[in-house]
């Protein structure tokens, strides 16, 4: 169980139920059915629009024959991964030092900063001015750019 949690960390319980029910060829509705469970909660869950609570998980790994803990297991590392999210979307680079042009592809208010640093860090130091390389060593440190770039050195050699 360890190692699949660690894959799907992150991940909203209700991806995992789904893919879980399909493999199994069960149907939502009548599984929750046959948990004493209304349809349209499992639909929530299974779509993400609603968590996962602790006596729902019980009654689905226990049909299910799952490990007891591992949906809310799910459910809290889904819960960080948001919380984190929230906590990180008001932090960015001074938007003034970067082109909107670097980011052609994109609208810049729409980019998570920390979840695709590597992608940043690679296009700025790829296409950037100094004052933008500048930015964006102030903005993740240099260890984590020069890490990075590190990175993509290594893979561009080994292949």
């Given at each position: 169980?360890?190692?699949?949690?660690?894959?799907?960390?992150g991940?909203?319980?209700?991806i995992?139920?789904?893919?879980?029910?399909?493999?199994?060829?069960?149907?939502?509705?009548?599984?929750?059915?046959?948990?004493?469970?209304?349809?349209?909660?499992?639909?929530?869950?299974?779509?993400?629009?609603?968590?996962?609570?602790?006596?729902?998980?019980?009654?689905?790994?226990?049909?299910?024959?799952?490990?007891?803990?591992?949906?809310?297991?799910?459910?809290v590392f889904?819960?960080?991964?948001?919380?984190?999210?929230?906590?990180?979307?008001?932090?960015?680079?001074?938007?003034?030092?970067?082109?909107?042009?670097?980011?052609?592809?994109?609208?810049?208010?729409?980019i998570?900063?920390?979840?695709?640093?590597?992608?940043?860090?690679?296009?700025?130091?790829?296409?950037?001015?100094?004052?933008?390389?500048?930015?964006?060593n102030?903005?993740?440190?240099?260890?984590?750019v020069?890490?990075?770039?590190?990175?993509?050195?290594?893979?561009?050699?080994?292949?």
């Amino acid at each position: 169980m360890q190692e699949d949690i660690s894959i799907l960390k992150g991940l909203h319980p209700g991806i995992v139920l789904e893919r879980e029910l399909k493999k199994r060829k069960l149907a939502k509705g009548s599984f929750a059915l046959s948990i004493n469970e209304f349809p349209q909660t499992l639909g929530a869950i299974a779509k993400g629009k609603r968590n996962m609570n602790t006596a729902l998980a019980l009654k689905i790994e226990h049909a299910l024959g799952i490990e007891e803990g591992y949906f809310m297991i799910l459910q809290v590392f889904y819960e960080i991964k948001e919380e984190k999210r929230k906590q990180y979307s008001n932090q960015h680079p001074d938007l003034s030092k970067l082109r909107a042009i670097l980011f052609w592809d994109t609208k810049m208010e729409k980019i998570d900063w920390q979840q695709q640093k590597r992608a940043v860090i690679q296009r700025v130091f790829e296409r950037g001015n100094d004052q933008e390389k500048e930015e964006v060593n102030r903005f993740y440190g240099k260890a984590a750019v020069n890490q990075v770039l590190k990175n993509k050195t290594q893979k561009k050699d080994a292949s």
